[in-house]
């Protein structure tokens, strides 16, 4: 990691509405809001993890960033550049310096194309490399995440989960990008080969300066491999931290108690927990006021009504509760 | 709503009794018995060992959790205890003893009064499990009809009655409720509540939580672990997250390729692993709140899990064993008792 922390990424309240459409004229009757006004920042060489439970927006965050899902507001700095701002054509070539993973390493191969034809997709995108050249750096990219090269002419079907999850992984690496969005590139995968995939992008992120935005809902992964961490509910950022602060003492009663949810692999460790009651609400009306104060342990009148700014309680940790 | 259910649980079990004589002079207080199951598919490419001599108990009011990852056999375990077994899957050895009686050398018939009433199953999926066009408080009661002579309404209010006990607040309302109006953590303790609407004796719980949010899965163990200290189940975890298993098993059975590699109490299993697969297992999982030493890389397992159909000789795990030497692989390795309760299938153990 660079000793001056020099953000690559700026994220500021970025919002993505989905629309919801009812009756013959498709109306818009409401909006899911999915992800509704988050900002952080990612430095040059770090991993932001962002966790959450499902439906609290950290997969639509995640690719509203790379601009697969058009932002409905917010800006997005990357690397110096307003990506908002761009034409069509300047993204397409923005788009080599970010790359993503996606979970399923069954349902993002294209099961008709050869693993070469897989990798070297991106070259063929971006008019680089031909022939034998491209050849090459596909074998390269194939020894770089732990394949032989002789896998080049198979298909995916001929290869477990841990391994498809190598080729996706070679695939972001063909550009040499400089932020990888992982969106829980290791939940499909057995507890045995998660800490394979865990290690090769660690190394990966040491051998190219690698910056990593880690989407999970699986906390000790995300403290293991991020330095900085960001937790979502309801399409809110309501704790960031970094990843020490975060799980050793987190201060939102919602991170508190996502962490006392976390099953420990120790008999002896079985605790008091903070177990919370009822179910996330819907993102298309969600509770006025803050967020959480319906499932909230020590909510009071005013969460009710006054929506917690995300603010900084103390140095590099910031929370949106006014208890705090 | 605990007295009335207090009340009507008694009743039932004394029909269940009646019915079966011999479970009063079984002596042992175990209520399930495996012994040696072998359950094979017979495939065109060859024969899959899926579960290959599997041995274990689970006495009254405990839990067994069975551990393993996807393609050990822990499913088609549980699966062969009820006897879902389908073609070209077979059961081609051994005994299951529910309370005695060997399920294995019972008539169709008589499994389909078995299931549901002595035995029932929570699956992983709760969408997929219940049916999309029927009230759930239907669902619930069609169990109670299909296995006891009652009346609609009484089988609808065993329904509600079920649907109280895991806790669904407005229980009377809720059960006129389609599936695809609750939640998935609600649908889950529909799951359970048709479970443990008959009062079986075992329930096997197949990944209970894992299609669920953190949150609510310490919401559904912890209803689990209640439901069976009140009613005194028996109770079959499986999973594949070391952490729920740790969360509520007396003991541990870990699967490798279709056999017990170790079993032994939890706190055992947990804190001195014997077999390099549970050692490994255990040490790959990152630990929450381990941030100041954690720069350090995760211990991996190397390789991938063997093809079933080309098993390795000796010891399935021998290949990805740090411990392994050429006596691994020379001939099949028993289960070998280390220490009271706990036994161990290593030679180096």
């Known amino acids: 990691m660079p000793d001056v922390a020099e953000p690559l990424l700026s994220v500021q309240h970025l919002k993505k509405y989905f629309p919801i459409h009812r009756g013959v004229f498709g109306r818009v009757a409401a909006h899911v809001k999915a992800v509704d006004d988050i900002s952080f920042t990612i430095n040059k060489g770090e991993t932001f993890g962002l966790v959450g439970e499902s439906g609290c927006g950290k997969t639509t965050a995640g690719r509203a960033i790379l601009r697969l899902l058009e932002p409905d507001a917010g800006t997005i700095q990357f690397d110096g550049i307003d990506l908002l701002s761009l034409g069509k054509e300047q993204l397409r070539r923005k788009r080599r310096d970010m790359q993503i993973i996606f979970q399923d390493p069954y349902a993002s191969l294209n099961p008709r194309m050869t693993i070469r034809t897989i990798v070297s997709e991106p070259f063929a995108i971006h008019h680089i490399a031909r022939g034998s050249e491209r050849n090459d750096r596909v074998a390269d990219l194939l020894k770089t995440v732990g394949l032989d090269s002789s896998v080049m002419n198979r298909y995916p079907h001929e290869f477990s989960g841990g391994q498809r999850q190598r080729i996706g992984i070679a695939r972001a690496l063909a550009l040499k990008p400089k932020l990888i969005v992982a969106d829980e590139p290791v939940s499909a995968l057995d507890v045995s080969i998660q800490a394979q995939i865990i290690n090769l992008l660690a190394d990966l992120q040491q051998q190219f300066g690698l910056t990593y935005l880690f989407i999970s809902h699986a906390i000790p992964v995300i403290e293991h491999i991020s330095t900085r961490i960001g937790v979502m509910y309801l399409g809110k950022l309501v704790e960031v931290g970094t990843s020490q602060q975060i799980c050793t003492a987190p201060k939102h009663p919602y991170t508190q108690a996502l962490l006392s949810a976390v099953p420990i692999p120790d008999p002896a460790a079985r605790k008091e927990r903070v177990v919370l009651r009822g179910d996330v609400p819907t993102p298309i009306d969600p509770p006025a006021g803050c967020r959480f104060h319906t499932r909230c342990p020590i909510a009071v009148d005013r969460c009710k009504i006054d929506e917690p700014p995300l603010r900084q309680i103390e140095d590099g940790r910031d929370a949106a509760c006014h208890l705090v | ?349």
Request: hydrophobic share 40%; with cysteine.
């Open chain 2, 1 to 349: 709503m605990t007295d009335e259910r207090s009340e009507c649980k008694p009743d039932a079990k004394r029909k269940r009794d009646s019915a079966q004589p011999q479970e009063t002079l079984q002596p042992s207080r175990d209520v399930l018995e495996v012994k040696n199951l072998k359950t094979y598919f017979f495939t065109d490419e060859g024969i899959v060992k899926a579960v290959d001599d599997v041995s274990f108990r689970v006495p009254k009011g405990k839990t067994l959790g069975l551990v393993g990852e996807s393609g050990c056999g822990k499913s088609i375990t549980a699966m062969s205890i009820t006897r879902l077994i389908s073609p070209p899957g077979r059961i081609v050895g051994g005994e299951v003893l529910l309370n005695g009686r060997n399920l294995i050398s019972l008539s169709e018939r008589e499994m389909r009064q078995v299931r549901g009433a002595q035995i029932s199953m929570i699956f992983q999926e709760p969408m997929t499990a219940l049916n999309p066009v029927l009230t759930v408080g239907f669902q619930i009661a069609e169990a109670v009809s299909a296995h006891e002579r009652v009346s609609k309404r009484e089988a609808w209010a065993r329904a509600v009655e079920a649907m109280k006990a895991v806790s669904i607040p407005d229980a009377e309302k809720r059960a006129k409720d389609y599936p695809h109006q609750l939640s998935g953590g609600m649908r889950q303790r529909i799951m359970i509540a048709m479970a443990l609407v008959c009062h079986p004796a075992l329930v096997i719980a197949d990944e209970p939580t894992t299609a669920l949010d953190v949150t609510i899965q310490a919401q559904i163990l912890e209803l689990l672990d209640s439901l069976r200290a009140q009613y005194q189940l028996s109770l079959i975890l499986i999973s594949h997250d070391l952490g729920v298993i740790a969360e509520v098993a007396e003991t541990v059975a870990v699967m490798y390729a279709g056999k017990i590699v170790e079993i032994g109490a939890a706190m055992d299993v947990f804190h001195n692993p014997k077999h390099p697969y549970t050692q490994g297992l255990l040490r790959s999982v990152p630990r929450l709140g381990t941030s100041v030493e954690k720069r350090d890389r995760l211990y991996a397992i190397e390789g991938t899990v063997p093809n079933l159909l080309h098993l390795p000789g000796g010891c399935s795990f021998a290949p990805r064993c740090y411990k392994r030497t050429a006596e691994c692989t020379l001939a099949e390795i028993p289960l070998e008792r280390v220490a009271e309760l706990h036994e161990v299938r290593c030679i180096h153990a």
